[in-house]
């Protein structure tokens, strides 16, 4: 069987009908009634639907939204026919499998640490009591240079005032050595400092670097680039391909001068650049025929918004040609704004 991915891209270019030829001959749909009766009603939809629009039965806004329908169920239909034949149980266990792994990488680590501590603890404590039954006097002395400050405060209470003086200057040596710098310390900031500025110095770097290359725009039909023509009874696809994240406006001249706003803001996100990406699901003339251009446009903030009515269903600019172009290429008080644009001459007909 073919790919998943290279039967999505099948139906993405409207090969809808060498889909389900392929999916006819596959064992899986031939041994499940459910897979063989929906490839059989996802067929039957799509050669009535052809059937209508060859004799002008539907008009062509429903048949693009009767055919986006089936490529979705047809989508639907390859995923099933993929994850045919694979055991529940299976996939339970090792879902089982994987949960049981995690826990005892989290708990064994955890349990060794706690075990070293206690150990530690124990062994600390063994040290501190021999030390003790040795020289009561090292403990109690001990003691008070960790009390500092509240050792002092103690005898203050009892009114020692020569015992006092000698503990506050015995506090400000103490506090004489803490204040003496740690070179240890002062180098590991330096360093810290420094790795921090390198990593900084280098996103700054990438990022001027993004905001230095050009944005490209590339454009590319089922029906080449030029001497483009197209009657009611084909599908004209046309796709654009850009090199980093943008937004694409199409502006679209009808053969009576009327302008339709097909696209605007269309949003590719970083994954889908380098790639060429479809707009809409295809484009079928209507009258009036004639000489029509697409204009289209991308840009890496979205666009200044466009005067537009809303007639027959489509989305018509009631500002000049010259107009809307202006205000989609004038980049006004913006800053790193990158722009790119192509052109479509396309010869309509009967």
């Not at 989508?75 to 045919?84: R, S, T």
């Not at 995690?102 to 206690?118: D, K, M, S």
């Not at 039909?221 to 009657?231: A, C, W």
């Amino acid at each position: 069987m073919k790919g998943i991915e290279e039967l999505q891209q099948m139906i993405a270019e409207d090969r809808l009908e060498e889909v389900f030829n392929h999916l006819s001959t596959q064992e899986k749909v031939s041994n499940s009634r459910k897979l063989s009766k929906s490839l059989t009603n996802l067929s039957g939809r799509y050669h009535n639907l052809r059937n209508r629009l060859n004799s002008s039965v539907v008009s062509n806004e429903n048949y693009l939204l009767e055919l986006s329908q089936i490529r979705m169920a047809t989508i639907d239909l390859v995923n099933d026919v993929e994850d045919e034949g694979e055991s529940p149980v299976l996939k339970n266990n090792f879902k089982q499998w994987i949960l049981a792994g995690l826990i005892l990488v989290v708990l064994i680590p955890a349990g060794i640490i706690i075990g070293n501590e206690i150990i530690n603890g124990d062994e600390k404590g063994e040290v501190k009591k021999e030390t003790a039954e040795k020289n009561p006097g090292a403990q109690l002395s001990d003691v008070e240079e960790k009390k500092g400050p509240e050792t002092i405060s103690t005898k203050e209470t009892k009114g020692d005032k020569s015992t006092d003086t000698a503990e506050n200057q015995h506090t400000g040596n103490n506090s004489a050595n803490n204040s003496k710098p740690n070179n240890r310390s002062i180098t590991e900031t330096k360093q810290n400092s420094s790795d921090t500025g390198g990593q900084s110095s280098q996103d700054e770097a990438r990022t001027d670097t993004a905001k230095s290359i050009p944005l490209e725009l590339g454009l590319k039909t089922n029906k080449g680039l030029k001497d483009v023509s197209i009657t009611p009874e084909e599908i004209l696809r046309v796709y654009v391909q850009v090199n980093q994240s943008c937004y694409i406006r199409v502006i679209y001249k009808l053969a009576d001068g009327q302008l339709v706003l097909l696209n605007d803001d269309l949003q590719i996100p970083e994954n889908k650049t380098g790639k060429f990406i479809q707009i809409g699901d295809g484009f079928i003339p209507d009258e009036p025929f004639g000489q029509e251009t697409m204009y289209i446009f991308a840009q890496n903030s979205k666009f200044t918004p466009l005067t537009t009515k809303v007639e027959n269903g489509y989305e018509i600019i009631t500002e000049g040609l010259s107009a809307s172009i202006k205000k989609t290429t004038s980049k006004g008080l913006r800053k790193n704004v990158k722009l790119a644009k192509g052109q479509l001459e396309i010869l309509t007909a009967e």
